[in-house]
């Protein structure tokens, strides 16, 4: 089994800590190494613990997660951290993003997902929870131009890749339904980035959409 993925846990709220804590404990795929309490904390137990993510909350009381998400990256470019909050609005996700973030969660996420995003992360995916994503759609969709690009070729199993990705699957649980190697599922994903000049799997959905390729 490969090296558990090393997580750090920031939240102002005690109960949320306690309740991801024992997420955590129940899956042998990621350890806790830290907590913090609020943004200013985050940097410092960084240096103490020395994560591969950091579990951000975005709304804290001294500083919020978008700054601390920058300070992160500044201090540990290699480090991902994922948002989890309860906001659901695209311009909050596109702020911590902007920052840094390679993920965002709302917090009525179930563990499983909580748990499969910080372990995509680690991997080098970027996540987002299906009803934000949703959301970043439409309002591509509401600000695009009108006209209807033409669509590249794509396998039969590429086009079934997006529409997976679209409802939310990781590269694991799109394997498990399309029967292929997870490593098959990667390489049709890059393949996907290349032929459409895109660059994550947000891109993908917002291109998808716009080449009528599926539809939300």
């Known amino acids: 089994m490969s090296q558990a993925v090393r997580v750090l846990v920031v939240d102002d709220e005690a109960l949320v800590r306690h309740a991801l804590r024992a997420f955590i404990a129940d899956d042998d795929r990621v350890t806790l190494v830290g907590e913090?309490?609020?943004?200013?904390?985050?940097?410092?137990?960084?240096?103490?613990?020395?994560p591969d993510v950091v579990l951000m909350d975005i709304k804290m009381p001294e500083v919020s997660g978008v700054e601390a998400t920058r300070r992160v990256r500044e201090w540990q470019p290699s480090c991902r951290v994922v948002a989890l909050t309860t906001f659901a609005t695209e311009w909050r996700a596109l702020e911590v993003l902007r920052a840094g973030a390679c993920g965002y969660l709302v917090k009525n996420s179930t563990p499983d997902e909580i748990i499969d995003a910080i372990v995509a992360a680690h991997a080098g995916d970027r996540v987002v929870s299906p009803e934000v994503q949703e959301r970043f759609v439409r309002s591509a969709i509401e600000a695009g131009d009108g006209r209807s690009p033409e669509a590249p070729a794509l396998s039969e199993?590429?086009?079934?890749?997006i529409e997976l990705i679209a409802k939310g699957l990781s590269n694991t649980e799109i394997a498990d339904a399309l029967h292929y190697a997870e490593a098959t599922v990667k390489a049709d994903i890059r393949h996907i980035n290349q032929?459409?000049?895109?660059?994550?799997?947000?891109?993908?959905v917002l291109r998808a959409t716009q080449l009528g390729i599926i539809s939300l």
């Open 157 to 161: 199993r590429e086009r079934q890749v």
């Open 195 to 204: 032929l459409w000049g895109v660059e994550n799997r947000l891109q993908i």
């Open 36 to 50: 913090a309490a609020d943004g200013s904390e985050v940097v410092d137990v960084c240096k103490q613990t020395s």
